[in-house]
C-alpha cells in the first residue's frame, strides 16, 4: 500500500511541476510577444479604446455611395486601434481582415496604416488624408486613382455604440 502511495504522490508532484514549467513557459511567450504602450499624439489618443464602424462614404460631390460600390466596399466594417500602436479590422460581418500597426502624424493630417500578416511580415504600407478627427467621428479621404484628386470618397466612421 505504502508504494502505490509513494507512487501515486510522485506522479502527482511530476504533474505539478511540469504544469508550472508549461505555465511559466507560456508567460515568457505571451510576454515577449506583447508590446509596450507607445507615447500617442492627441489624435492617437483620440482613436484608442473604442471600436470604429463604418457608417458612410460620400463621393466629392456630396453623394452617398453604396457600402457594396467595389470603389468603397473594402473601406467598410470595424476597427480598433491599440495604444501599443497596433490595429486590428473586420470585415461588416466579423471576419478579421487585416492587422498591424498604425500611427497618425503628430499634425493629424495623415494616419499610417502598415498591414502585417500572422507572422509579422508586412503586406502593405497605405497613408489616407484625414478630414475629421474627434471623440465621435472619424472620416478619412480615399483617392480611387492615384495622382487624380480630383475623384474621391471620404470614409465615414462612428464609435460603436
Do not use: C
Not at 489618443?45 to 468603397?72: F, H, S
Not at 480615399?142 to 470614409?155: A, L, R, S, W
Amino acid at each position: 500500500m505504502k508504494i502505490k502511495s509513494l507512487i501515486a504522490i510522485s506522479l502527482l508532484s511530476v504533474s505539478a511541476s511540469l504544469f508550472a514549467a508549461e505555465s511559466t513557459s507560456t508567460t515568457q511567450q505571451v510576454q515577449g510577444v506583447t508590446q509596450a504602450q507607445k507615447d500617442l499624439n492627441d489624435y492617437e489618443k483620440v482613436m484608442v479604446e473604442k471600436v470604429w464602424i463604418t457608417t458612410q462614404a460620400i463621393d466629392e460631390k456630396g453623394n452617398k455611395v453604396d457600402a457594396n460600390n467595389p470603389q468603397v466596399s473594402n473601406y467598410f466594417g470595424l476597427a480598433e486601434y491599440y495604444p501599443n500602436g497596433t490595429f486590428i479590422m473586420f470585415t461588416p460581418e466579423g471576419k478579421q481582415k487585416m492587422q498591424g500597426d498604425w500611427s497618425m502624424s503628430n499634425d493629424g493630417k495623415t494616419r499610417t496604416l502598415v498591414a502585417k500578416d500572422a507572422q509579422g511580415k508586412t503586406l502593405f504600407t497605405r497613408d489616407v488624408e484625414n478630414i475629421t478627427i474627434n471623440n465621435d467621428e472619424y472620416t478619412y479621404r480615399i483617392y480611387p486613382t492615384e495622382g487624380d484628386n480630383t475623384v474621391y470618397f471620404d470614409i465615414i466612421h462612428h464609435v460603436k455604440k
